[in-house]
Nanobody, 128 residues
Framework: VQLQASGGGLVQAGDSLRLSCALSGRSFSYSHMGWFRQAPGREREFVAASTWNGYATVYADSVKGRFTISRDNAKSTVYLQMDSLKSEDTAVYYC??????????????????????WGQGTLVTVSS
């Protein structure tokens, strides 16, 4: 299983970026997909996730209303559209995939330990 993330870069506060993450080696349609981020000196934190069938999307409070997660099953790719970027969004962004069954999917997809596979990360730097 491989996850290939791309789309990071250096932008100014208020700008937008779209991250992409392509999954290969397992069924994308049956995978929960999530985005996490890790800033220097901090632990990896949840950003957004989409359940395997796309019926639910979940966001961290810090990005709600600014970020949008979407998935294209035909391309086995999950996207993270990031608008109104702030300096505090600066981090390495990681995508993850999970095949775990949850009793509460909306909670389960927010946990880092729920994800079995991770991409290599893509750096987003927002200058103020």
């Amino acid at each position: 299983v491989q996850l290939q993330a791309s789309g990071g870069g250096l932008v100014q506060a208020g700008d937008s970026l779209r991250l992409s993450c392509a999954l290969s080696g397992r069924s994308f349609s049956y995978s929960h997909m999530g985005w996490f981020r890790q800033a220097p000196g901090r632990e990896r934190e949840f950003v957004a996730a989409s359940t395997w069938n796309g019926y639910a999307t979940v966001y961290a409070d810090s990005v709600k209303g600014r970020f949008t997660i979407s998935r294209d099953n035909a391309k086995s790719t999950v996207y993270l559209q990031m608008d109104s970027l702030k300096s505090e969004d600066t981090a390495v962004y990681y995508c993850g995939a999970s095949s775990k069954a949850f009793s509460s999917p909306r909670l389960g997809v927010q946990a880092r330990e729920s994800y079995y596979w991770w991409g290599q990360g893509t750096l987003v730097t927002v200058s103020s």
